[in-house]
Structure formats: C-alpha cells, structure tokens
C-alpha cells in the first residue's frame, strides 16, 4: 500500500474560483483577495487581515512594523521550522531561544523571564502540531515586562486553549497557506492583528512601500503614487487567494475528520512498545500528527517507513543545531536539551482529510512493526 505523506483537500469549485479569476481583469491582489481578507477576519475574530504571499513575508512584516530593530531581541522556540528565526534576523535582530515543554514541545512559558534582556522586545511563539502555547501565561509575562507577542500560527488556525484562540491575545497573529498547511493556496499567508495602523502598515510594506497598490492604480481616476517607505514584494494575487474563499467555509468541517483521524492513531498506538507522543492541550488544529521514537533508531525508522509506502517527515530536527543557525547564534545543541531530544526522536506521520481509514491502519499496523 501507498500512503503519501500528504494530499490537498481543494474542490472542484475551488478550481472554479481560480478559472473566474483568468477569465476576469486582474490577476493581482484585488476583490478575492479583498473577500477573502474579509472572511479570515471573520473567522478568527480578528479585525484586521493582510493576505500575503507566505507565513514568512506575514512574521517579517509584522516585526517590522512593531518597529523590530538591528541589536534587538525576541524570544522564541528552537522546536519551529526555520521561518520562525529568520523573520527575526531578516530585521536585523536575534532569535534568543527558550527550551520547550518535555511533554508537549512547546515554548515554556515558565522559561521565558530568565531569558530576558534589556534588549528583548518580544516573544514570537509557534503552536506547534496546531495545539497551542499558554498565551494566558505568556500575555501575562509580556504585559509585565512590555513585550509584544507575535503569534507563529501556521500549524494553527482552527484551534483553542483556555478559551483562548489565536491572535486573541498579542499584537499580531501569522497564517501560513503553504501547500501541506490545513488550508492551502500552495504559497501563502495572512497577517491578523487588532490595530488598523499596524494593517496599514504592513499592507504598504507588502508592496515596495508604495502609497497605492495595484488595484488602488486601476480604479478611479488617474493619481501619482509615491514611494513612501523601503517595502518589500509579499501580497497575495487573485489567482491563489482564489482557492481561500470557498475552502475556509470547510475548514471546521475538515478538522473534525483530522480528529477521528488521531483518535484512530492514538488509540492504534496505545501501549505500543517504542512508541510515545507528544501531549495537545487545549483543541487543536491537528496539523501534523507526530510520534517519538528512541533517538537511536529513529532514520531507520524513517527509512524503512519510506521503504513500505508510507510518506514521512521530520517536523522537527531543533533549528538551533542547523549549521547556519548554529554558527550565526553560537548555541550548542545541549543549551535546549529537551527541543534537542524531542528533534533527534520525531516522527511525524500523513495526517489530511483524505487518508482512508485502510491507510490509517496501514500506517499504525507498520510503524508498530518497525518500532518495536
Ligand atoms: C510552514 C511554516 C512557516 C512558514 O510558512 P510559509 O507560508 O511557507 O512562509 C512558518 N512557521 C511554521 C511553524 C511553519 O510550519
């Protein structure tokens, strides 16, 4: 049996969306993309939405214009896809890493005011696997301390905690719809944020710092624009926000099918010698489904898992022990032992709508086999 690690879950109707967008006049950021701003900020309970072109451009944007500066520091997690630190280091600032939860592999919160400098502007946690960190204990630190929060939510959007959801509680949250994230354009991001300013903002920073975008150009009449700020090219066209609009109307849909679908893999690997996992708090968005396997076995796991068909990933190694990070920040990967261990022991495993429940079994009855 084949199990690929994974497959989209866009319709035909969403294919539909993005003929109407070729056969119409503007392929660039326009009225889809303007609707589908609109709809996310429904969803989310978040006033203000900029659709962009990644989770990246999203998180660099939104510390530039919380005034993000060379020399200045933000704390977050080694336990994160890379974007996370190099959004920091694309403004010229440091990522200052805080070690993880042991049984959750997210940020600890209990961890975060020691790590605090004179320079530390703000913390920039991630919800990893969609399950999220203690923003109640978080938002208390930065209150305190005058932080900002930025919110990592690419594994997250259909979540909660404490009663809790993202972008509730910081400054900003940041949307990734790459093309394995639970709603998916194939590149894409959104910011959500609470200040229209901060909206603005990163709308004008999206797009060279021009004073009108393109759509702002077409309509009305003729006006100069000017070049008001160094910006970046990061909006989101019409063709791609084109597959957002329909399919966010299914997303809570299509998270309770990612729940049965752990349900049934948590319950296959029950006492399961070899095996354990990683705690979810709260309501997750059930993004990646991942296991921890003993750190010695752990590629031969992967490569044997591969062998019989079944599509695996690595989410994640601790990004503080990859060279680059590594030689740029000079940690040592025992500094954040505990994201270190969960790195050298994780598995994650296919986790979409579409995989069948004979695929599921597939994939329990074999890592079984081969972890045992
Ligand atoms: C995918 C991902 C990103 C980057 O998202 P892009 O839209 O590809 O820029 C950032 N953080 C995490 C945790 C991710 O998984």
Sequence with gaps: MQVEFYRHSLEE????????????????SGPVGAKFEAKFADFTGIPHVVALSSCSGAMHLTLLALGLAPGDEVIT??????????????????????????????????????????????????HLYGAMCDMKALAAIAQKHNLFIVEDCAHAIECSRD?????????ASCYSFYATKNLTCGEGGAI????????????????????????GRYHGKYEHWDMVAEGWKYNLDDI????????????????QRRQAIVDRYDAGFAGAPGITRPRAPGTSAHHLY??????????????????????????YRAIHTLTHLRNTLGYAPEDFPEAYRIGLSTITLPLYPKLADDQIDYVIETVRDVAK
Aim: glycine residues 8%; neutral net charge; proline residues 5%.
């Design 13 to 28: 109707k969403d294919m539909d969306n993005v003929l109407a967008v070729l056969r119409s006049v503007f392929l660039t």
């Design 77 to 126: 997690t080694p336990m994160t896809f890379i974007a996370t630190s190099t959004v920091i280091m694309h403004c010229g600032a440091k990522p200052v890493y805080v070690d993880v939860e042991p049984d959750t592999g997210l940020l600890d919160a209990s961890k975060v005011e020691a790590a605090i400098t004179p320079r530390t502007k703000g913390i920039l946690p991630v």
């Design 163 to 171: 009663g809790v959801r993202p972008g509730e509680m910081s400054e």
């Design 192 to 215: 959500a944020c609470h200040g229209a300013d901060m909206a603005a903002l990163a709308r004008q920073l999206a797009n060279h710092g021009m004073s009108k975008n393109a759509s």
């Design 240 to 255: 791609r926000a084109a597959l957002l609009v329909d399919q966010l109307d299914r997303l809570r849909g299509l998270r």
């Design 290 to 315: 991942t296991l921890w396997v003993d750190p010695e076995r752990r590629d031969a796991i992967l490569h044997e898992l591969k062998g019989r068909g079944i599509g695996v990933a690595v989410n």
